[in-house]
């Protein structure tokens, strides 16, 4: 079992940026993809990055070039840095561990002035 633990989500102006950290318990960590995800009201959760094992990424075409996923698996973290953010970032975030299914309880991020 693992339990996944999200933190970094605040109010930002656009244009500002932010840092969110998911840090896992349990082990294997280091085995898995990790994925951030992203839930506007009234819409889908939906992919923002994933990061494999082997360091591979994946973003979101909304996300290209302004957010940047990494991982740390001495500290069992995957990170999100996000930059020049938007209105439409606005979202509630939430961190995956593919290789148990397992959510984090997600962290607010809001883009407003």
């Known amino acids: 079992q693992v339990q996944l633990v999200e933190s970094g989500g605040g109010l930002v102006q656009p244009g500002g940026s932010l840092r969110l950290s998911c840090t896992a318990s349990g082990s294997f960590f280091s085995l898995y993809t990790m994925g951030w995800y992203r839930q506007a009201p009234g819409k889908q959760r939906e992919l923002v990055a994933s990061?494999?094992?082997?360091?591979?990424?994946n973003y979101a075409d909304s996300v290209k070039g302004r957010f940047t996923i990494s991982r740390d698996n001495v500290k069992k973290t995957v990170y999100l840095q996000m930059s020049s953010l938007k209105p439409e970032d606005t979202a509630v975030y939430y961190c995956k561990h593919y290789g148990l299914s397992a959510w984090g309880q997600g962290t607010q991020v809001t883009v407003s002035l």
């Open positions: 990061i494999t094992d082997g360091y591979r990424t």
